[in-house]
C-alpha cells in the first residue's frame, strides 16, 4: 500500500509491506518539491525493492492506480497537451469513484459511475473516458492486480445535444447583437464574434495592444489557449494574421466594456474572468441560454462566425474579402464551407441578369 502527504513544503511516500515474516514494514522518503516526483520513485521502489511484491495489490483505490499508472507511462511520454487530458481524467476519476478500491469496482459499480458522467457530458467524451480508464485496467489486469476487467462490454452513452444550427439568419443575426450588454464578458464575446467573425480563441486573447482606436480596427496576431490554460500561442495559420476593420461603435463598445471592468493592462486579454478564460463548453451554454431567451434558433459561438461570413455574403460582399477577413489560408476553403449562400446568391444573380436583358 502507497500513500503520499505533504510536509511543509515538500512531499513524502510511505509504503507498506509485509516482511518475510508476515509482519507490516514501512518505507518513507520525503522531500519531494512535487507530488509527482514522490509517485514516480515510490513506483521504482516498488519494482526494485525484493519484498514489496504485495505493495501493488489490489487494496489501493482505482484513483490512486491511475495516478501511478499515468505518472509511470504517459508523463514526459506523450505530449504536454495529451498529459493534460490525462489529467483531467485523474479529477473525473477521483470525483466518481472516490475511494473505491481495486478489489471492489465491479462490472455494476464501473457502469453506473460511467452513466452517471454520461449524464453531462456527450458520448464522444464519455467514449474517450471510458478508452483511458480501460487502458490503465488492462494493465493491472496484466500485472494480476485484478482478476477480471470491470470494463469489458461497458455501455456508452452520452447526452444528446440538440443539433444547433450551423448559422443565424441576417433578421436573427440582427436580434441578437441588440440585445448585448456591454458590461457581462459572455455578451460581448458574443457580440465581437458576430460583428468581426473571429475564432474564439482570437476573441479570448484580444488585448488593448490589439484595438486600434484611431483607425478603428483590431488586429489578430496571436490566440488565446483557453482549453489548456498554457498562455497565448501561434495562431491557426499564417492567413490567421490579420487586421479586421471596424466601425466606431464597436470600438465605442469595447471602449466601454474596458472602462466598465478597469482594464488597463494593455497585455492581458480583455476577456478573462477572474484571470481566467471561460471553457469552450461555458460560453456556449451561456449562448444558448442567450438564444432561448430571444427565441432564436440554437448555434454554437463558432457558428457566430459562419453567420458574420453569410450575412457578408448575403448583403453582395465578394468572397475574397470574406476570406481575407475570416482568415482562410484561401479562398478555395471560403467557397466550399459557404457553398449553399454563394449558390443562393447566384440564382438571384440570375434572375437580376434575366430581369436586365428582357426588353
Avoid at 70 to 90: F, G, M, P, R
Wanted: proline content about 2%; charged content about 25%; overall charge positive.
Amino acid at each position: 500500500m502507497v500513500s503520499y502527504r505533504k510536509r511543509g513544503d515538500v512531499w513524502q511516500y510511505e509504503i507498506s509491506y509485509k516482511d518475510d515474516d508476515g509482519k507490516y514494514k514501512k518505507l518513507r522518503k520525503s522531500g519531494f518539491k512535487l507530488k509527482s516526483d514522490a509517485i514516480l520513485a515510490a513506483s521504482e521502489i516498488q519494482t526494485l525493492h525484493p519484498k514489496l511484491s504485495k505493495v501493488k495489490s489490489s487494496q489501493q483505490t482505482l484513483v490512486q492506480y491511475f495516478e501511478n499508472w499515468i505518472s509511470i507511462y504517459k508523463k514526459d511520454i506523450v505530449t504536454n497537451i495529451t498529459y493534460i487530458k490525462y489529467t483531467n481524467a485523474l479529477n473525473h476519476i477521483r470525483q466518481l469513484f472516490g475511494n473505491i478500491k481495486l478489489n471492489e469496482l465491479t462490472k455494476g459499480i464501473y457502469q453506473e459511475k460511467l452513466n452517471i458522467f454520461a449524464q453531462t457530458h456527450s458520448k464522444r467524451t464519455v467514449s474517450g473516458f471510458h478508452k483511458q480508464i480501460r487502458a490503465c485496467l488492462l494493465d493491472a489486469l496484466d500485472e494480476k492486480i485484478i482478476a477480471s476487467d470491470p470494463t469489458r462490454k461497458a455501455i456508452i452513452t452520452g447526452r444528446d445535444f440538440h443539433p444547433a444550427q450551423k448559422a443565424l439568419n441576417y433578421a436573427d443575426w440582427l436580434k441578437l447583437t441588440d440585445s448585448l450588454s456591454t458590461t457581462i464578458p459572455q455578451d460581448m464575446m458574443i457580440y465581437l464574434a458576430a460583428v468581426t467573425g473571429m475564432r474564439y480563441g482570437e476573441v479570448v486573447g484580444l488585448t488593448l495592444n490589439h484595438i486600434d482606436t484611431n483607425n478603428n480596427q483590431l488586429t489578430i496576431s496571436r490566440t488565446w489557449d483557453y482549453k489548456y490554460g498554457t498562455g497565448f500561442k501561434k495562431t491557426k495559420n499564417e492567413s490567421s494574421v490579420r487586421t479586421i476593420n471596424v466601425t466606431p461603435k464597436i470600438i465605442e463598445k469595447l471602449q466601454t466594456y474596458c472602462t466598465h471592468f478597469e482594464i488597463e493592462d494593455a497585455d492581458t486579454p480583455i476577456f478573462l474572468v477572474k484571470n481566467k478564460a471561460l471553457a469552450s463548453s461555458q460560453i456556449n451554454n451561456y449562448l444558448t441560454e442567450k438564444l432561448l431567451e430571444l427565441k432564436l434558433p440554437r448555434i454554437t459561438f463558432h457558428g457566430l462566425r459562419h453567420t458574420h461570413a453569410s450575412v457578408l455574403l448575403y448583403k453582395g460582399v465578394s468572397v475574397l474579402s470574406v476570406s481575407k477577413r475570416l482568415g482562410h489560408s484561401n479562398i478555395t476553403t471560403t467557397q466550399s464551407t459557404y457553398l449553399h449562400i454563394i449558390k443562393e446568391l447566384e440564382n438571384q444573380d440570375q434572375e437580376q441578369i434575366l430581369s436586365i436583358i428582357d426588353f
